[in-house]
């Protein structure tokens, strides 16, 4: 229904910022939460941060808090994710989301996904 698409991974120092972008096409409505996901090797996926389709509310994972930032440009249909002071724990492919309106307070409703972008934090 909904295609997104990541772009912005790489590989980086510890310390160093990285902004993914994520754009989505297809059917989407203003009404669609957002998110991030991310999934390291051999562990399972884990959510990250997400924003409510106003851009008016979000949500982050504790091991983000106060490093990520996710926002959103409606017009754009696009979602954003500022990665400040990355951290090796921060290696795994990110994943965008698209979900329900209430996605963003309950990521485990999100139901549309990207390919993925990998994300590498060198110590």
């Known amino acids: 229904q909904v295609q997104l698409v990541e772009s912005g991974g790489g590989l980086v120092q510890a310390g160093d910022s990285l902004r993914l972008s994520c754009l989505a096409s297809?059917?989407?409505?203003?009404?669609?939460?957002m998110g991030w996901f991310r999934q390291a090797p051999g562990k399972e996926r884990e959510f990250v941060a997400a924003i409510s389709w106003s851009g008016g509310n979000s949500n982050y994972a504790g091991a983000v808090k106060g490093r990520f930032t996710i926002s959103r440009d409606n017009a754009k249909n696009t979602v954003y994710l500022q990665m400040n002071s990355l951290k090796p724990e921060d290696t795994a492919v990110y994943y965008c989301?698209?979900?329900?309106?209430?996605?963003?307070?309950?990521?485990?409703?999100?139901?549309?996904w990207g390919q993925g972008t990998q994300v590498t934090v060198s110590s």
């Open positions: 297809g059917r989407t409505f203003s009404s669609t939460a």
């Open positions: 989301a698209a979900g329900p309106a209430m996605s963003w307070v309950a990521p485990d409703t999100f139901n549309s």
